[in-house]
């Protein structure tokens, strides 16, 4: 009688078991997904390249974790006159770049309290004319040198003069690679505007080869007018 009773509380408690089990992983899988896969990652870049319809306004959300250096630039290469209106919105909501009708324009948060900044590009004043935008972005955690440091200090190693210079070689790092997009953004822009030339230039002169050419049949047609001779015609001497 004892070991059915037992077997029965086995045989309630195990299912229940099971479905907390369950739950905690499902909780856990839901809380992974909801955090960017690049959240630990020491540094993130990113280079878009969108096309912004005539009158259209496009935002852009990027995840930026606590105490992180956000950067972002953007450069129009194509379209119109070459402008669109760009603006930042930090994770509070504040506008902490204006909208300014630019061809190209950046914003840097060296300290970043951490959320998702919203990159806004505006063609609005433009009703007809779409553009394609480059936008380039990059989050850098400087904060995972002194990570670690911290580790190699509990290792007893002194290694603080390596970890500075490979610190300092991370910024130089970050800096050259908002050099590299500036200078990206203006060879797309550079080249975009060749293409427009040459098609410009090739549509304009073979519309000139065909003017001439209509014109000149038309003056040897009319030419020959004049020397035509009628068969019919009777001569007056």
Request: with cysteine; net charge neutral.
């Amino acid at each position: 009688m004892q070991l059915t009773w037992q077997r029965d509380q086995i045989n309630l408690i195990l299912p229940i078991a099971v479905i907390c089990c369950c739950l905690l992983i499902n909780v856990t899988t839901a809380q992974e997904a909801q955090q960017p896969w690049y959240e630990n990652l020491p540094a993130v870049a990113m280079d878009y390249k969108v096309h912004i319809d005539a009158g259209k306004e496009d935002c852009y959300h990027q995840y930026v974790k606590a105490g992180a250096t956000f950067y972002v630039s953007f450069s129009v290469i194509r379209g119109g006159d070459g402008m669109a209106g760009f603006a930042v919105r930090n994770p509070a909501g504040e506008v902490v770049k204006p909208y300014q009708w630019q061809a190209t324009a950046d914003y840097t948060d060296q300290v970043s309290p951490g959320g998702y900044y919203s990159v806004c590009i505006d063609n609005q004043f433009s009703r007809f004319a779409g553009k394609l935008v480059n936008i380039y972005i990059t989050v850098v955690k400087y904060d995972a040198w002194d990570r670690y440091a911290k580790e190699i200090e509990q290792l007893q190693l002194n290694l603080q003069n390596f970890t500075s210079t490979i610190s300092t070689v991370e910024r130089n790092i970050n800096d050259m690679m908002g050099y590299q997009a500036h200078s990206r953004h203006r060879e797309s822009r550079d080249y975009a505007l060749l293409v427009d030339n040459n098609s410009y230039i090739q549509t304009f002169s073979i519309s000139q080869i065909v003017v001439i050419l209509i014109t000149c049949s038309i003056q040897v047609f009319f030419v020959r007018k004049l020397f035509e001779v009628k068969s019919g015609s009777k001569s007056r001497i």
